[in-house]
């Protein structure tokens, strides 16, 4: 019971904990923490989770808390399954002390929960880290991000798997409650703590980049499953003629490359795959010449045979090449080479999309006075505003984060300078009609929403679904969150707060407070009070 007070005992009180069940999929909202448990207990015979997350707000008993809404945090964690009938994946360390194993010479962790198949861990901050800015919170969850890739980075390095668990708004389990999973249910119990407590930095010199991972490319030549048998040969032809004109694949199989750093097996595995994919092999032949060249040295031929293994190896070598292939692209058509100006906005993107791993469709330029910018991409739209956020590496980079939850590459200055110009050779100019102004977007918004939420009488129906209602004044009212969490869901418009309340005050709308009587109990919403048909007050 005294779990929650560790990690959050130091909160503001205006801040909420979200506690959330699976039943019902309900979550409980909590300024209080003796009242947090109090509600714990009473539901210790169920699944229960802690938001790691402190909200601004009571999204509902229906929502929970989104990354981008996230207030602040108390640590950095990671969630470590164990193999365990529960569990459906293979590559899974086989005992506590393996997956403990993973985390030799890093920090110690300030807790340690057995949620019941697995542990979960935490590194509490000296004092809670509460985000004053977007930019403060992308950095959190990029710092989270990368934390947990050491730690999954040491367990890809033993064959094991490591669950993301990075984001934001992710619920872990609370001591004391039961993890229902398996049969028979079992207890989550606190089975290590200590005083150690530590600053944001001090992390610093154990973290690994993190690169998103992305499905095989449309050339990957993927069939499903690969066969993998520890006889397996390479094709000879193929074979002979790729060591015939590149030496450096030659010396990759003998595993004489003294330009290697690294000379591990997966470090000449990942060589020859590269080089294998320059020549156009398809996975399955890729996957045999690695097998045979383990077994040519004499190596743990069983690795080769794990389809995790083999699949990520191939898989890494043909992003590497892609985005090798996309930096010379971008570099050549910044002198002039490259395709005939009817194709060249398209191999931009197709470039810039390798490079950033985020499938980018249009680069939007808004002809405002000054230009305004707009990022389309298969996560959604994504406005960056002036032209600073589209060509600042560190800029793009935060307002990509904080749209979508994804984290670019980073790179060189001398090679981001190219990359900017890339991106502004791709804009494609539209003019500011009225769809394209605040007020304009904020009635689109409000039009295509509204024909899908019909208003119901009165908040006291209205609070639990957070539908729009009319209220006592005959005005329509709705709230502003549950509107931004449907453009981003259904209408891929990936927007802040801020930016909502600007258009929607350009279209005549009027934030308010609102008094409504919650399970007997008197408290306010802030919601918006829409302007009468024709613009009337």
């Not at 960056?384 to 589209?390: A, C, I, P, R, S």
């Not at 931004?484 to 929607?504: N, S, V």
């Amino acid at each position: 019971m005294d779990f929650l007070s560790t990690l959050f005992g130091d909160k503001p009180n205006d801040l909420y904990v979200l506690i959330w069940t699976p039943v019902k999929k309900r979550s409980a909202w909590f300024r209080d923490l003796d009242q947090a448990r109090t509600y714990v207990g009473n539901i210790s015979h169920l699944d229960a989770y802690v938001h790691v997350g402190l909200s601004s707000s009571d999204y509902g008993p229906s929502h929970r808390c989104g990354a981008s809404d996230v207030a602040g945090i108390a640590g950095l964690w990671v969630d470590l399954d164990i193999a365990d009938p529960a569990h459906q994946k293979p590559n899974l360390p086989p005992t506590q002390e393996d997956a403990l194993g993973l985390l030799a010479g890093l920090p110690e962790p300030s807790l340690t929960v057995h949620s019941g198949h697995g542990l979960q861990l935490w590194w509490l901050f000296k004092e809670l880290w509460l985000f004053e800015s977007d930019a403060e919170r992308s950095e959190a969850a990029e710092l989270a991000a990368r934390w947990q890739g050491t730690i999954r980075q040491r367990a890809r390095v033993k064959g094991w798997d490591v669950d993301a668990t990075a984001d934001l708004a992710r619920l872990l389990r609370i001591p004391g409650t039961t993890n229902r999973k398996g049969k028979p249910p079992v207890e989550v119990r606190l089975i290590g703590e200590s005083e150690a407590r530590y600053n944001p930095s001090d992390f610093d010199e154990y973290l690994v980049d993190v690169t998103p991972t992305t499905a095989p490319s449309s050339g990957s030549k993927a069939g499903g499953a690969l066969v993998l048998e520890a006889t397996a040969d390479p094709p000879f032809g193929k074979f002979e003629a790729l060591s015939e004109i590149e030496s450096k694949f030659r010396l990759s199989w003998e595993r004489k490359r003294k330009d290697l750093q690294d000379q591990s097996g997966s470090s000449y595995d990942m060589s020859l795959a590269c080089y294998a994919v320059m020549a156009s092999w398809s996975d399955q032949e890729m996957a045999n010449l690695l097998i045979a060249h383990r077994r040519k040295h004499g190596d743990d031929v069983v690795k080769a045979l794990r389809q995790d293994y083999m699949r990520l190896t191939i898989d890494k070598a043909r992003q590497t090449i892609a985005k090798s292939r996309a930096v010379e692209a971008i570099d050549e058509m910044a002198v002039g080479v490259g395709p005939e100006p009817e194709n060249r906005r398209q191999a931009i993107l197709d470039n810039l999309s390798a490079l950033f791993e985020v499938k980018i469709t249009r680069v939007v330029k808004f002809t405002s006075d000054p230009p305004e910018y707009r990022l389309e991409t298969e996560l959604g739209t994504i406005h960056l505003g002036e032209v600073g956020n589209l060509i600042g590496q560190p800029q793009l980079r935060t307002k990509i984060a904080a749209a979508s939850g994804r984290y670019l590459p980073r790179f060189k200055n001398e090679r981001w300078d190219r990359i900017a110009q890339a991106l502004l050779d791709a804009c494609e100019e539209e003019t500011l009609g009225e769809d394209a102004t605040a007020a304009g977007a904020a009635r689109g918004w409000l039009t295509s929403y509204l024909a899908r939420h019909k208003p119901v009488q009165g908040i006291a129906n209205a609070v639990e679904q957070e539908c729009p209602f009319v209220h006592l004044d005959a005005r329509t009212y709705l709230f502003g969150k549950e509107l931004r969490r449907w453009l981003g869901l259904y209408q891929g418009e990936k927007i802040t707060a801020k930016l909502m309340g600007t258009c929607l005050r350009a279209a005549g709308c009027e934030p308010e407070t609102v008094a409504v009587s919650v399970d007997g109990r008197e408290t306010t919403r802030q919601v918006w009070r829409l302007p009468l048909i024709g613009g009337g007050k």
